[in-house]
């Protein structure tokens, strides 16, 4: 199964998001801050990134940059609070934007998009997509 590197920096939503990608059958990585995704994208070696834009004082838009420049197949899903990043140019360097939710099914049907696994039915059940590059949003 694929690994994944969850970049956040509040250690509840790392927390969070491994518990349930591992009962998904990924293998994960976590890291906090801007040096440590850069040493686990080294040692970890991921098949998909989970980014969120603020990573204790580094601006998650310059660490998009930096991953797709050293690893430009590397899909890279931002992952943030914010909706008002959805019309920056910046967010099309990304391959999926997902507002953060306690509700996980939008986030699990967008990396099994960008995986190219087939979601499970219960992920695509009222799931909703952004697909920056098309500038639309698919689902209910």
Same mark, same amino acid.
């Given at each position: 199964?694929?690994?994944?590197? +969850?970049?956040?920096?509040? =250690?509840? +939503?790392?927390?969070?998001?491994? @518990? @349930?990608?591992?009962?998904? *059958?990924?293998? %994960?990585?976590?890291?906090?801050?801007? @040096?440590?995704?850069?040493?686990?994208?080294?040692?970890?070696?991921?098949?998909?990134?989970?980014?969120?834009?603020?990573?204790?004082?580094?601006?998650?838009?310059?660490?998009?940059?930096?991953?797709?420049?050293?690893?430009p197949d590397l899909p890279v899903?931002?992952?943030? +609070?914010?909706?008002?990043? %959805?019309?920056?140019?910046?967010?099309?360097? &990304?391959?999926?934007?997902?507002?953060?939710?306690? %509700?996980?099914?939008?986030?699990? *049907?967008?990396?099994?998009? +960008?995986? *190219?696994?087939?979601?499970?039915?219960?992920? @695509?059940?009222? =799931?909703?997509?952004?697909?920056?590059?098309?500038?639309? &949003?698919?689902?209910?």
């Amino acid at each position: 199964m694929a690994k994944i590197l +969850v970049a956040d920096d509040q =250690a509840c +939503v790392r927390e969070l998001l491994s @518990e @349930e990608l591992i009962s998904e *059958g990924y293998r %994960v990585a976590t890291a906090g801050d801007a @040096e440590s995704v850069r040493g686990d994208l080294r040692s970890s070696r991921p098949d998909l990134v989970l980014l969120d834009l603020h990573l204790d004082g580094f601006d998650g838009f310059g660490v998009l940059r930096d991953i797709k420049r050293q690893h430009p197949d590397l899909p890279v899903i931002i992952l943030t +609070v914010y909706d008002s990043y %959805v019309e920056d140019p910046r967010v099309s360097q &990304a391959d999926g934007y997902v507002i953060k939710s306690i %509700v996980l099914d939008e986030l699990k *049907g967008k990396i099994a998009d +960008v995986l *190219g696994r087939k979601p499970s039915p219960q992920e @695509e059940v009222g =799931a909703k997509t952004y697909f920056p590059r098309f500038g639309v &949003a698919h689902g209910s």
